[in-house]
């Protein structure tokens, strides 16, 4: 998507709360501030905002691994 979006608009394309869209904002979301109450962000620095956190097939297992040994030491410990 192209264009620019207020808060609301921006935080319904993301699927996230306006209160998590400052939040973002707050840690190095790019944005415009035209005035302390019009905030512009563009869609394409939402998507990249978003990427910045992917997380690899290799990070993915890892995550599981660890979890799954965490949970089998919790049952040998009941």
Do not use: C
């Not at 290799?58 to 030491?73: G, M, Y």
């Amino acid at each position: 998507m192209e264009g620019w979006a207020k808060i609301k608009p921006a935080a319904l394309y993301a699927g996230i709360s306006d209160r998590t869209m400052r939040v973002w904002l707050k840690k190095g979301l790019k944005h415009s501030r035209m005035n302390q109450n019009n905030v512009l962000i563009k869609y394409d620095n939402i998507d990249e905002f978003i990427k910045s956190f992917e997380v690899s097939e290799s990070e993915t297992k890892k995550l599981d691994r660890i979890v799954n040994e965490t949970l089998r030491e919790l049952r040998l410990t009941k």
